[in-house]
């Protein structure tokens, strides 16, 4: 399989017990997402590991998981801050979304212009919507990722803006 088939879906931040149990920061739209799947994978020298999960449930906003493969408190320490991934096809997107990873680097342009402003940097979320990093020709700006300012994504052709003066320029 292509490292396009898979998506970072979290983030291992600690042990949980003394039996191999992981706490993950979940990177999916919710934590219960997370916990959902049956296989995560971790990479390992270019190479994806399967790991069966065991067990996993949601504990506040984190998922605490059991991997078929991680047995002790020693195994689970050495793979703290490991980014963990899941096949794209385990999540069934709704019409309209996409992966975040798929958005990086798309065209940000002027829904009525047709002027392109730069290409998506980053996605933030830090609350109530995602904020949009557009790298500009002037450096970053910022953008919320709410209706009234972004119009349409179309993946092919890119991200569809209508700024408020000022926000791009």
């Known amino acids: 399989m292509s490292s396009n088939s898979y998506i970072e879906c979290g983030k291992i931040i600690n042990t949980h017990g003394c039996y191999g149990g992981l706490k993950l920061e979940s990177w999916c739209n919710t934590p219960e997402e997370l916990a959902m799947l049956k296989k995560l994978y971790i990479k390992k020298d270019g190479e994806f590991l ?3 999960v065991d067990k996993a449930s949601v504990f506040k906003q984190f998922v ?3 991997l078929n493969n991680v047995k002790s ?3 689970a320490l050495a793979l703290k801050n490991t980014v963990v991934y ?3 096809k385990d999540f069934r997107l709704e019409e309209g979304e996409y992966f975040i990873a798929d958005l990086s680097g798309l065209d940000v342009i002027d829904a ?10 980053e996605v933030i979320n830090r609350g109530a919507s995602d904020i949009y990093v557009v790298k500009t020709d002037d450096g970053e700006r910022m953008i919320p990722a709410v209706p009234e300012f ?3 994504i179309d993946i092919k052709k890119g991200i569809f ?3 408020i003066s000022g926000m791009l320029d």
């Open 50 to 52: 399967k790991c069966s």
């Open 64 to 66: 605490i998981v059991t």
């Open 73 to 75: 408190m020693d195994e």
């Open 86 to 88: 899941a096949l794209r």
């Open 112 to 121: 009525n212009s047709g002027k392109v402003y730069g290409t998506l940097l």
């Open 150 to 152: 972004i119009k349409s």
């Open 161 to 163: 803006v209508t700024p």
